[in-house]
């Protein structure tokens, strides 16, 4: 527990003093959005969110009863990258993700996420499970034209041998989308579940849902796709990365992002399903597409920062 007011805490993400990047944990802005297809804004995304994390300093997590400060953790500041030009970003990005251990990226769009994980491919040399909160698929080839844009990282990922598409899950998606779009993500093996789907089913039958298909139970023998809520078996335990749009989140609960979809998460649903998936082999996350010039009272941006505390309870555990 923090010895000053949550007003008075230190500006790094949650208050941290250590800023190394050789700690097991590493958290780092990455305030790059230019590739936006709708409302830019989401370079101001890691301040927002350090700053709203003040609220979380001052005692333990409820149902963990634990402090994720207590893990080898360290704020680094915010990545280089190359103004202006997408690629030489992404290529900076990568070179800057690639030495850490184990990171925690506040972004910035959701065309981050492409050059962290070639960074995670290349620690590893396999590619990881992928879990996707998200109102969008973000599988369009190009964007008006741009092949790099925020809408593409998950296209690129999978091409690029990335992620496995049979053991990736997207939860929350809703927005509009060419058939086409949604044809090849589902044919590639993904399993999509909708922000409906969530609704109807509730965060315990998701969180299952996330665990069967992280574990290998995701497709059958023509892909994966919008197969709902079923009962296939199996959990599995193998490494997995965290990607979290806050667009994921009703605009109700969310408003300060750049491509902001109605009927989206509550909040609580999303505390409630990430609560689930203590256990699994966590690589690291990203949270992206905070946009504060559109938030108001920081509510999108404490949002933000407590999936990210969410995430660091459940690593911590």
């Not at 879990?131 to 369009?140: E, I, K, P, R």
Request: with cysteine.
């Amino acid at each position: 527990m923090s010895s000053v007011p949550t007003f008075a805490t230190p500006p790094g993400f949650l208050g941290l003093s250590r800023h190394d990047p050789e700690a097991r944990y590493v958290v780092a802005g990455i305030p790059l959005d230019i590739g936006t297809t709708n409302r830019a804004g989401s370079r101001f995304g890691p301040q927002a969110i350090r700053h709203a994390s003040r609220m979380l300093v001052d005692g333990a997590h409820p149902t963990r009863w634990l402090d994720p400060l207590t893990l080898p953790l360290s704020d680094i500041g915010d990545f280089a990258i190359a103004l202006g030009d997408i690629a030489a970003s992404l290529a900076l990005i990568e070179q800057q993700a690639a030495p850490l251990a184990h990171l925690i990226a506040l972004g910035g769009e959701h065309g981050v996420t492409l050059a962290l994980l070639r960074a995670l491919r290349r620690r590893r040399g396999v590619p990881a499970a992928l879990v996707h909160f998200d109102a969008h698929v973000d599988t369009w080839p190009d964007n008006f034209g741009q092949s790099l844009g925020h809408g593409s990282v998950f296209y690129h990922a999978i091409n690029e041998g990335l992620i496995d598409p049979r053991r990736t899950i997207q939860i929350g998606i809703r927005s509009p989308v060419q058939r086409e779009v949604w044809d090849w993500t589902t044919s590639q093996g993904v399993t999509t579940l909708s922000a409906q789907d969530v609704h109807e089913a509730g965060p315990e039958a998701v969180a299952q849902r996330i665990r069967q298909v992280v574990g290998g139970q995701g497709g059958d023998d023509q892909g994966g796709g919008d197969q709902g809520i079923g009962d296939r078996g199996g959990s599995g335990n193998r490494g997995c990365y965290l990607s979290f749009d806050i667009d994921a989140l009703d605009p109700s609960a969310a408003p300060g992002t750049g491509t902001p979809e109605i009927g989206g998460l509550a909040s609580w649903q999303a505390q409630a399903i990430l609560r689930r998936l203590r256990g699994l082999d966590w690589l690291g996350m990203d949270l992206v597409e905070v946009a504060p010039a559109y938030d108001h009272a920081e509510i999108t941006a404490l949002a933000a920062a407590t999936v990210v505390w969410e995430y660091l309870a459940l690593v911590a555990d």
